[in-house]
């Protein structure tokens, strides 16, 4: 899932929000946007950095796209203020921002040819024709459409028309650039490889990128940063890894991935080291950095991956549970099990396919022990 | 895979296809054909007052009279061509003026929101409820020396005299505007409320102001509408003989006019014929160039 961002970990860091002295390429402060009586963006607070990859996550409401456009000038925010390069652009009109926009629908001119399309944004800028051709010829080298050039919109495929927009969109050279959900419209096999591409792209082209996305595997491969959205509100804001791995809150941990949650209360707390006591009828021990005093209602989250069968089970292992498998689903590299335990309650574990189908040991009905190590999940308060 | 038609299948295409010709058939081409016909005939005292176009005349002879004199009376007599002209110089004068006055009021419909969209919409389609005659009546009552707009501008101050604007051409203008003006709306507006905002938006973000944004993304977008516009004005206005005979001046040169006097009061049936039928084949050739236009416009550039 992750693998371009794992790429990008072994290439020297980019995480200029680690460093205090580094100043924010944009930078969002207390930004509200109200519809009517409705909240889109509520009180919200950003810094996306030169030269990152930032990616909006969130349902469908969320707020995402009203901050993709308040970027773009396209609305105006009703509180806050939102700098760009350090320059106050609250209220400066679109075609005055040093921004590009590529939109959902593509928005490309239909009575215009790719080329006039591409062209189109350099034309505003009153730039001398000869800039204008060759800056033409270098996008539609750069996206490999030379020979669409003359085609009309109407006249292309869906994956044809996402590279012209963008095209059009990376034209006037911006130095940041916004993505309303790029890859939204294509099919599952052309949004993979155009993921990589774009990243690539992003990357030697060194421009800032921010996209809007509903789709999380699309923000975990190609981000170097995700803000969790919901209800016009930022509700985590870290790396793809962090982000899956150490969830802050419930709704993230549900939002990105599947998630076991087994809600109890805080029994012993000794260090990183806590118990908690759950209804599964035996205690669960988690490490955790945060001090969490005892008796404080807490959900455990362990990803289904990081559950394992038990090889031996002992009454008093550690996060080890009992259960009849109820559900098998085969998804070709790993299958998911829903085991029922103890209590009632259903539990996931994935487990990859290592013999064929055929061959493997778990089948409905069985009895299994499952386990998992207190340092694969987290203990969330919220 | 399509079945192979069958017997019935054959059947019901040949009267869905049919349907339509013998319509057209029996409503368009059999009366063009008899207008055609007689064209070439010549007036005379009779029921219908125009002569047969053959006759037997004994002995086996069949007598076919063609009578060409009445388009070389309409060539030679300039009042015919300068009627035509002038009927369609007016037409051209008022489909420019619906335009420049509808575009602005379609756009604002188009773009208005979605609830009053629908009052305004009601507004442009309201005056058909009332007769057109009635209508244009109204115009007499306000344009006239003592009417509604003189007595107005007296009592502003703005003229001392009354202004002669009742049988003039500027009567008969504003009176086309007024009445064709809807023809133009509606088609403008079903263009304009297809037009994606996005493109806009689009537009704006690649560094284009408002105004630009309008001469290089919508107007072009909305030829089509202004090309459909300006047919449903312009075709009919060059006919229009109410107005002209209601508001304008008694020697004003329209070609509805001069057809309406052939026809009725000199009972020249043949001549308005002939008359009718250059009209039609004068207003073919714009049109053919609009068609055309129209579909350059669709496919775009080449």
Same mark, same amino acid.
């Given at each position: 899932m992750a693998t371009i961002a794992e790429r990008r970990l072994s290439a020297p860091r980019l995480e200029p929000w680690q460093d205090p002295k580094a100043a924010p390429y944009v930078h969002i402060e207390r930004v509200t946007k109200k519809f009517g009586d409705v909240y889109a963006v509520d009180d919200l607070s950003l810094d996306i950095f030169q030269g990152e990859f930032f990616s909006l996550l969130g349902s469908s409401g969320c707020g995402k796209s009203t901050l993709l456009r308040l970027l773009a000038g396209l609305e105006y925010p009703s509180a806050g203020r939102i700098f760009i390069d350090g320059v106050d652009v609250t209220n400066v009109p679109p075609y005055s921002r040093p921004v590009n926009m590529m939109f959902q629908s593509y928005a490309l001119f239909p009575h215009m040819s790719v080329e006039q399309n591409v062209e189109f944004g350099l034309k505003q800028d009153r730039l001398p024709r000869r800039e204008r051709a060759e800056r033409v010829g270098e996008m539609l080298d750069l996206l490999k459409i030379s020979e669409l050039r003359r085609r009309r919109p109407e006249q292309l495929s869906g994956g044809q028309r996402q590279r012209v927009a963008l095209a059009r969109s990376l034209a006037k050279h911006p130095k940041l650039l916004l993505l309303d959900e790029p890859l939204g419209a294509l099919d599952k096999r052309l949004r993979e490889n155009t993921q990589f591409e774009l990243v690539n792209l992003q990357e030697r082209l060194g421009i800032t990128f921010v996209t809007v996305t509903h789709d999380q595997e699309e923000a975990m491969t190609m981000s170097t940063r995700i803000a969790i959205m919901d209800a016009g509100q930022i509700m985590q804001l870290d790396t793809p890894t962090a982000i899956y791995e150490f969830p802050s809150c419930r709704f993230v941990a549900e939002f990105i991935g599947s998630v076991n949650l087994f809600e109890g209360k805080i029994v012993s707390s000794d260090g990183d080291r806590v118990v908690v006591d759950t209804r599964l009828g035996r205690p669960i021990h988690m490490r955790s950095? @945060?001090?969490?005093?005892?008796?404080?209602?807490?959900?455990?989250?362990?990803?289904?991956?990081?559950?394992? @069968?038990?090889?031996?089970?002992?009454?008093?292992?550690?996060?080890?549970?009992?259960?009849?498998?109820?559900?098998?689903?085969?998804?070709?590299?790993?299958?998911?099990?829903?085991?029922?335990?103890?209590?009632?309650? @259903?539990?996931?574990?994935?487990?990859?396919?290592?013999?064929?189908?055929?061959?493997?040991?778990?089948?409905?009905?069985?009895?299994?022990?499952?386990?998992?190590?207190p340092t694969s999940g987290v203990v969330l308060t919220e | 895979?399509?079945?192979?038609?069958? $017997?019935? $299948?054959?059947?019901?295409?040949?009267?869905?296809?049919?349907?339509?010709?013998?319509?057209?058939?029996?409503?368009?081409?059999?009366?063009?054909?008899?207008?055609?016909?007689?064209?070439?005939?010549?007036?005379?005292?009779?029921?219908?007052?125009?002569?047969?176009?053959?006759?037997?005349?004994?002995?086996?002879? &069949?007598?076919?009279?063609?009578?060409?004199?009445?388009?070389?009376?309409?060539?030679?007599?300039?009042?015919?061509?300068?009627?035509?002209?002038?009927? &369609?110089?007016?037409?051209?004068?008022?489909?420019?003026?619906?335009?420049?006055?509808?575009?602005?009021?379609?756009?604002?419909?188009?773009?208005?929101?979605?609830?009053?969209?629908?009052? &305004? &919409?009601?507004?442009?389609?309201?005056?058909?409820?009332?007769?057109?005659?009635?209508?244009?009546?109204?115009?007499?009552?306000?344009?006239?020396t003592n009417g509604l707009l003189n007595n107005f501008l007296l009592w502003t101050g703005l003229i001392d005299t009354p202004l002669h604007i009742l049988h003039t051409q500027s009567a008969v203008y504003i009176g086309v505007v007024y009445s064709y003006l809807p023809f133009m709306i509606l088609p403008l507006y079903a263009n304009l409320t297809r037009l994606d905002p996005t493109l806009l938006e689009a537009a704006a973000d690649l560094g284009c102001r408002p105004f630009r944004a309008f001469l290089r993304v919508t107007l072009p977008l909305s030829m089509a509408g202004i090309v459909a516009g300006s047919m449903l004005v312009f075709i009919p206005v060059v006919g229009e003989f109410v107005i002209p005979d209601l508001l304008g001046s008694p020697g004003s040169l329209m070609v509805g006019k001069l057809l309406w006097t052939e026809f009725f009061s000199n009972k020249d049936w043949p001549l308005a014929a002939s008359l009718a039928i250059l009209l039609l084949a004068l207003l073919v050739v714009p049109f053919v160039l609009m068609q055309r236009l129209q579909t350059r416009i669709e496919e775009g550039p080449a």
């Open positions: 950095f @945060l001090p969490h005093p005892i008796g404080t209602p807490v959900t455990v989250a362990v990803r289904p991956e990081k559950m394992r @069968l038990c090889q031996e089970f002992r009454e008093d292992g550690v996060n080890q549970l009992k259960g009849t498998v109820e559900d098998i689903a085969y998804l070709g590299d790993v299958s998911i099990y829903r085991i029922r335990v103890g209590d009632g309650q @259903l539990v996931e574990m994935t487990l990859t396919n290592i013999q064929p189908r055929t061959e493997q040991a778990l089948t409905w009905e069985q009895e299994v022990a499952i386990e998992w190590s | 895979m399509t079945a192979p038609p069958t $017997h019935s $299948h054959r059947l019901s295409r040949l009267v869905n296809i049919g349907i339509p010709y013998l319509w057209l058939g029996l409503f368009f081409l059999l009366p063009f054909a008899i207008v055609l016909r007689i064209t070439i005939a010549e007036p005379a005292l009779a029921q219908p007052p125009y002569t047969a176009l053959w006759e037997w005349v004994g002995d086996g002879m &069949l007598q076919i009279q063609v009578n060409l004199q009445n388009f070389i009376l309409i060539w030679e007599d300039d009042i015919y061509l300068a009627a035509l002209l002038n009927s &369609l110089w007016v037409a051209f004068i008022c489909t420019v003026f619906c335009l420049l006055l509808g575009y602005p009021m379609a756009y604002a419909i188009a773009t208005a929101p979605e609830r009053r969209r629908m009052i &305004l &919409l009601m507004l442009i389609i309201l005056p058909f409820w009332t007769s057109f005659l009635i209508r244009v009546y109204a115009w007499i009552g306000i344009l006239k």
